[in-house]
Nanobody, 124 residues
Framework: QVQLVESGGGYVQTGGSLRLSCVPS????????MGWFRQAPGKEREFVAA????????LYADSVKGRFTISRDNVKNAVYLQMDSLKPEDTAVFYC?????????????????WGRGTQVTVSS
């Protein structure tokens, strides 16, 4: 099982930007699709974005389309989430996850490894 470590969260004002990073600890996630999920206080964890093993195919939640961009660098063995035009409703703990296979997916049960999360807070 791949262990994942997120970083890049923080506090930002409405309209600001943050870039989240995710790197594995102990193993590579090359060959696996990757995803970002988030969980706001009192709410269920929800899908944000996903990318296939090569980076050639991505999916986004409707709520972040046009504002967030997922990418990966298989040389550096990292996956990123660029978040622009942030809104207060984006406030959540963001989790990186590695899928069980190479194709892009949005289903949480398709992901076998999860990071511990990084907090993103957007002030109004």
């Amino acid at each position: 099982q791949v262990q994942l470590v997120e970083s890049g969260g923080g506090y930002v004002q409405t309209g600001g930007s943050l870039r989240l990073s995710c790197v594995p600890s102990g193993r590579t996630f090359r060959g696996y699709a990757m995803g970002w999920f988030r969980q706001a206080p009192g709410k269920e964890r929800e899908f944000v974005a996903a990318i296939n093993y090569s980076g050639g195919n991505t999916l986004y939640a409707d709520s972040v389309k046009g504002r967030f961009t997922i990418s990966r660098d298989n040389v550096k063995n990292a996956v990123y989430l660029q978040m622009d035009s942030l809104k207060p409703e984006d406030t959540a703990v963001f989790y990186c996850a590695a899928a069980k296979f190479s194709d892009v997916t949005t289903t949480p049960t398709d992901f076998s490894s999860w990071g511990r999360g990084t907090q993103v807070t957007v002030s109004s």
